[in-house]
């Protein structure tokens, strides 16, 4: 594979095959990331990326556009199946743009949105100042509970009671529990918002069918591709019929221009192989192994942030290891094992330093790991956080990573 790469262009072909060895050798536990397969790699490298065809399925701006107007209904029709979606938008280029389209379907500018606050493990879209979402609308941001770390019904159904948003938002990026669509559900019937679904994270589970499904419950759901549904990068909306003709409409013309097809041909890949059965199993296992994961952190004295997991995400407090999260990823890092530095709720911290790192089980249970390797990753993260500061003690480590990791090999066609 990539043989034509090499012989016309070795510098590109030679920085690739060292982000291949990285990918290779390390642990690699950010929770929005993954390890596509072959297949959607070979879509995503392939002639559908020379079409422009803005537009959408019949009716393009382009001649040409019969075998892309197949495979754009092919990836539509696999994610409607998959989610039980009336209606799917696969255009979206990923989730930031995709959210900016919903925004735009659903509100006017000063339009009021209701989300979760980032620190407190929402995403920058979700109406933070500094992002186009905070800047364009009126923000009411609500905040997990004090105590449990944990959402707080009363509190936001009293909250979304008293604002009327126009868009409810559930669904995020930091947030380790499972969520109550049927409860959200209620609050935004109550207050008349529409109840919008941000799956980024969960998409996998969901399409796996170990999380509930907020597809019977939100007037749109909209998820990124590439996270645990394990496809390319991108994104996609869901919504009810009623509300298609709007979202479409906002995606393109609003939002976009020229659909990335080779991405959407990548996606109907991606959603192919969700469908099997198998893909049940490895969203089952992403969870278990989460679970067994932050067992075994928490039995070696680590904090996590609302007592635990019901997903892939862990989020962990590592100021009991007198670290910040800057400082524990970068400790982690020289150990090859990757995660992100994260901001926890009621943070002192700015978001780029944060007083903990996020941990996900996505790529580690792709390669086929499971509980006793989770429980070893554990061991490893808390080792190594232990030691942040003796650069030879993570080295040691990191040949331990990489030893383990070696036994789960990746990409074997690619040489
Ligand atoms: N950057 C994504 C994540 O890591 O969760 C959210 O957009």
């Known amino acids: 594979?990539?043989?034509?790469?090499?012989?016309?262009?070795?510098?590109?072909?030679?920085?690739?095959?060292?982000?291949?060895?990285?990918?290779?050798?390390?642990?690699?536990?950010?929770?929005?990331?993954?390890?596509?397969?072959?297949?959607?790699?070979?879509?995503?490298?392939?002639?559908?990326?020379?079409?422009?065809?803005?537009?959408?399925?019949?009716?393009?701006?382009?001649?040409?556009?019969?075998?892309?107007?197949?495979?754009?209904?092919?990836?539509?029709?696999?994610?409607?199946?998959l989610f039980g979606a009336e209606h799917v938008n696969v255009q979206p280029l990923s989730g930031s743009p995709a959210n900016m389209a919903i925004y735009q379907a659903l509100m006017e500018p000063g339009d009021k949105l209701m989300a979760l606050k980032l620190d407190h493990g929402g995403h920058l879209t979700h109406?933070?100042?500094?992002?186009?979402?905070?800047?364009?609308?009126?923000?009411?941001?609500?905040?997990?509970?004090?105590?449990?770390?944990?959402?707080?019904?009363?509190?936001?159904?009293?909250?979304?009671?008293?604002?009327?948003?126009?868009?409810?938002?559930?669904?995020?990026?930091?947030?380790?529990?499972?969520?109550?669509?049927?409860?959200?559900?209620?609050?935004?019937?109550?207050?008349?918002?529409?109840l919008m679904g941000d799956i980024s994270h969960t998409a996998g589970l969901v399409a796996g069918k170990q999380l509930p499904n907020p597809v019977d419950y939100c007037d749109v759901v909209m998820t990124t591709t590439h996270k645990t549904l394990r496809g390319p990068r991108?994104?996609?909306?869901?919504?009810?019929?009623?509300?298609?003709?709007?979202?479409?409409?906002?995606?393109?013309?609003g939002m976009q221009g020229g659909p990335h097809e080779n991405a959407i041909a990548a996606k109907a890949v991606a959603f192919g192989e969700a469908l099997k059965?198998?893909?049940?199993?490895?969203?089952?296992?992403?969870?278990?192994?989460?679970?067994?994961?932050?067992?075994?952190?928490?039995?070696?004295?680590?904090?996590?942030?609302?007592?635990?997991?019901?997903?892939?995400?862990?989020?962990?407090?590592?100021?009991?290891?007198?670290?910040?999260?800057?400082?524990?990823?970068?400790?982690?890092?020289?150990?090859?094992?990757?995660?992100?530095?994260?901001?926890?709720?009621?943070?002192?911290?700015k978001p780029f330093v944060g007083s903990g790192v996020r941990l996900g089980t996505p790529c580690m249970t792709t390669r086929g790991m499971k509980e006793e390797e989770m429980t070893m990753l554990a061991d490893h993260i808390v080792d190594a956080l232990e030691h942040a500061d003796d650069d030879d003690y993570l080295a040691k480590k990191r040949t331990e990573v990489i030893a383990l990791c070696k036994g789960f090999p990746i990409y074997k066609e690619i040489e």
């Open 127 to 194: 109406g933070h100042p500094v992002n186009f979402s905070g800047k364009l609308y009126t923000i009411v941001h609500y905040e997990v509970d004090k105590k449990t770390e944990q959402l707080d019904y009363d509190a936001i159904e009293a909250l979304a009671v008293k604002e009327k948003p126009k868009i409810l938002l559930a669904g995020y990026t930091a947030y380790a529990r499972d969520i109550d669509w049927k409860r959200f559900k209620e609050i935004a019937d109550k207050c008349g918002a529409y």
């Open 234 to 253: 991108g994104a996609i909306i869901m919504c009810k019929e009623p509300l298609a003709k709007a979202i479409d409409k906002a995606v393109f013309p």
């Open 1 to 81: 594979m990539y043989e034509h790469l090499k012989a016309a262009d070795a510098s590109v072909h030679k920085i690739m095959m060292s982000e291949l060895a990285r990918q290779r050798e390390g642990a690699e536990l950010i929770p929005s990331e993954n390890l596509v397969s072959v297949p959607v790699l070979e879509a995503l490298g392939s002639v559908f990326t020379n079409k422009y065809s803005e537009g959408y399925p019949g009716k393009r701006y382009y001649a040409g556009n019969e075998h892309i107007d197949e495979v754009e209904l092919m990836a539509i029709e696999r994610a409607k199946i």
């Open 277 to 349: 059965d198998d893909f049940k199993l490895y969203a089952k296992q992403c969870i278990v192994n989460a679970k067994a994961m932050a067992a075994q952190l928490e039995k070696r004295g680590a904090r996590l942030v609302s007592g635990g997991t019901d997903t892939h995400l862990i989020l962990m407090d590592v100021r009991p290891f007198k670290l910040n999260g800057k400082k524990a990823e970068a400790a982690l890092g020289k150990a090859d094992i990757y995660c992100n530095k994260n901001t926890i709720p009621y943070d002192t911290e």
